[in-house]
């Protein structure tokens, strides 16, 4: 059925394919859910707050009388647009810097390679976290925050990757046609590194997820009224004993979705690993 050896590789691997329709699940929910949501998900009801499963709210209500499943649907489009734009802005930057310092090599790799060993100095969720009290809350300071954080990762391993590939046979011989660095960059050493940066960037965008989560729960991302699987763990946590739905369905839709996208990335680190080509 699957011609290609690279996606066979992947099929074999069931967790993956797995997480591969987990994510594709909360995708479609991020997508079209919004427009088959009948419940707004900033209308408060006072009266029904902490409302129970039921056939008009299917997951209850919050602190607020607000839907919870509603605010979860909305929530998965706001949780996956941070973490596709934080970490895409994130990764072409560090491309560039890893490609820049690797290529070039010299004061400009001795420079590049400083600032990313500064920024590699601080904790993952500590550097998030002193770029939003810089930058201030806020979703598309958030987003900023989730795409500083992915450069220096994705700049080493592009660098490491583009050095190994440099003194390759075909990029001397393109050098010998005269051929520009950036046509040998774009034509030869860039698609040779994709495989490594299509990988780092599925595992990122689980780690960008459960960050941006992170920041919202300490009031620091995405602020109120606004639907966001971290800021709701942060308002039900205080009710988790009377009301434990309310902070168990954000937990794990946020587990399964971090999760996913670590199985996915190491399933395709298997499928694009040149040496399993003949496994």
């Known amino acids: 059925m699957f011609k290609n050896p690279k996606v066979k590789r992947f099929m074999r691997r069931k967790v993956s394919v797995v997480a591969l329709i987990v994510l594709l699940i909360f995708l479609g929910i991020a997508l079209i859910g919004p427009f088959l949501c009948s419940h707004d998900p900033l209308a408060q009801d006072l009266a029904n707050k902490y409302s129970g499963i039921s056939a008009e709210h299917w997951l209850g209500t919050d602190n607020l009388g607000r839907d919870t499943f509603t605010r979860m649907v909305y929530g998965a489009r706001i949780s996956l647009t941070i973490a596709f734009c934080g970490v895409l802005s994130g990764s072409a930057i560090g491309i560039m810097l890893g490609v820049?310092?690797?290529?070039?090599?010299?004061?400009?790799?001795?420079?590049?390679?400083?600032v990313l060993d500064v920024?590699?100095?601080?904790?993952?969720?500590?550097?998030?976290?002193?770029?939003?009290?810089?930058?201030?809350?806020?979703?598309?300071?958030?987003?900023?925050?989730?795409?500083?954080?992915?450069?220096?990762?994705?700049?080493r391993i592009v660098r490491g990757t583009v050095?190994?590939?440099?003194?390759?046979?075909?990029?001397?011989?393109?050098?010998?046609?005269g051929e520009s660095d950036f046509k040998i960059i774009i034509r030869h050493v860039l698609p040779n590194s994709i495989s490594l940066i299509i990988v780092n960037i599925t595992l990122d965008l689980g780690t960008s997820i459960l960050t941006a989560s992170s920041?919202?729960?300490?009031?620091?991302?995405?602020?109120a009224p606004?639907?966001?699987?971290?800021?709701?763990?942060?308002?039900?946590?205080?009710?988790?004993?009377?009301?434990?739905?309310?902070?168990?369905?954000?937990?794990l839709a946020i587990t399964f979705v971090v999760l996913s996208f670590s199985l996915v990335g190491d399933?395709?680190?298997?499928?694009l690993d040149p040496k399993l080509k003949n496994s």
């Open 100 to 114: 820049c310092a690797g290529y070039f090599g010299g004061k400009i790799d001795s420079i590049i390679s400083r």
């Open 267 to 271: 399933g395709l680190r298997d499928a």
């Open 226 to 251: 606004n639907p966001e699987w971290g800021a709701m763990l942060s308002q039900m946590r205080e009710v988790i004993r009377s009301y434990p739905i309310g902070v168990f369905v954000p937990g």
């Open 119 to 155: 920024m590699l100095a601080f904790p993952g969720l500590l550097l998030a976290i002193t770029i939003v009290a810089i930058l201030g809350n806020g979703t598309i300071n958030t987003i900023m925050a989730i795409g500083i954080f992915c450069i220096p990762g994705i700049a």
């Open 215 to 223: 920041l919202s729960f300490l009031g620091l991302g995405v602020q």
């Open 163 to 177: 050095i190994s590939l440099k003194g390759s046979e075909y990029v001397q011989a393109a050098r010998v046609m």
